[in-house]
């Protein structure tokens, strides 16, 4: 006789998510990226990952190692690129390993065939900038910023919306009265007009745009977590909680913030969508990460002040559409799986 084996919820959940193809795959996707992103440095870099040179092993990808050591005249850090030192490491034994893309973020191409910024090239496999830096290179790094920091941002967001909406949610009353008439006024307050204000003050940072932006960013959690708690704590579950003698606390934590991360985690994709086009536009109008971090947004405003470089507009573009639908599928599979009218299909 056949057995039939009852999953939990989030066992439930996951294998509907998995039935979204669409969904599924776009998360194996995303993920596959960012964990390609992490190891850019071995992707895309000017130096070499290993060089063998007279008998003796060198790891320039962390290490400096001066011109002098592989036959060049000054004590300058070895420029890996320049052909002279190029024809050193490929003659009489000696070899070198590069990186796929032998171009890093910041790398000039000083041997470019044609004036920058240049269209693609076998050197240049997407072109170059209008400073003759490599673009893949460019958005391989830039790929990672934005969805490291839409990552940072969308983790304290969701703390802070869900911290804030939790004691909305769950002591009701003036605590509840008190928090929105807060969020209201808070709310109001010029967000854009204060990004202005800060960097020209201080020194433009990832960790003050960082901070600025999560002050903001909480709000919108805020409230759905304040709606799931308000309907939650009436439950039969929290009055026998409460007449067991748990306090506040061990309630929220075991019994009502597990019932109410459902619209927590749908909204998480989408959230990272919103960080990594807030970046993007922040970049893009000179209010993002400093000079120099390569930046997609920084990439956009290259494509509009040079229109005839269409593959600067055009590869960024891509990029950015790419990711956010991939985002954007996830979490209409995760909406899906999570909504309760489907808990039984």
């Known amino acids: 006789m056949a057995t039939t084996v009852s999953l939990s919820p989030s066992r439930r959940a996951w294998q509907r998510f998995k039935r979204n193809r669409l969904g599924y795959w776009s998360l194996l996707l995303f993920c596959a990226l960012v964990v390609l992103s992490l190891f ?4 895309s870099n000017d130096r070499p990952l290993v060089v063998r040179y007279q ?8 290490n400096d190692y001066p011109e002098t050591t592989f036959g060049g005249d000054f004590e300058s850090n070895t420029d890996y690129l320049d052909p002279f030192i190029r024809e050193q490491l490929g003659k009489g034994g000696n070899w070198a390993v590069y990186a796929p893309n032998p171009y890093g973020p910041k790398t000039l191409n000083y041997f470019a065939q044609s004036p920058n910024p240049s269209a693609p090239t076998a050197e240049n496999w997407l072109g170059t900038d209008d400073r003759g830096r490599d673009l893949l290179a460019q958005l391989i790094y830039g790929f990672r910023v934005s969805v490291l920091f839409a990552l940072a941002l969308t983790a304290i967001g969701t703390v802070l919306g869900i911290v804030t909406g939790a004691i909305q949610g769950y002591f009701g009353g003036r605590t509840d009265l008190a928090f929105q008439r807060f ?13 202005i204000i800060f960097s020209a003050i201080l020194s433009p940072s990832i960790g003050l745009l960082l901070v600025l932006l999560s002050l903001f960013g909480w709000m919108g959690l805020s409230d759905y977590v304040r709606a799931e708690f308000l309907r939650n704590r009436q439950m ?9 003698g748990l306090s506040s606390g061990q309630i929220i934590w075991r019994h009502v913030l597990p019932n ?11 959230r990272m969508s919103a960080a990594i086009l807030a970046l ?3 970049d893009f109008l000179g209010l993002g990460v400093p000079p120099g971090t390569p ?8 494509g509009k002040n040079n229109i ?38």
């Open 40 to 43: 850019a440095e071995v992707l």
């Open 55 to 62: 008998g003796q092993t060198y790891w320039p990808l962390v």
């Open 183 to 195: 969020i209201e006024i808070w709310g109001s307050m010029p967000e854009l007009y204060l990004l």
């Open 236 to 244: 039969d579950y929290v009055r026998a909680a409460r007449a067991m």
């Open 260 to 270: 109410s991360l459902t619209p927590v985690v749908t909204f998480l994709p989408f």
């Open 280 to 282: 993007t536009s922040l």
């Open 295 to 302: 930046s997609l947004g920084e990439l956009l405003s290259q």
């Open 308 to 345: 005839d470089a269409w593959w600067i507009s055009l590869s960024t573009f891509a990029v950015l559409v790419i990711t956010l639908l991939l985002l954007t599928f996830m979490g209409d599979a995760l909406r899906d799986a999570l909504d309760p009218r489907k808990q039984d299909t």
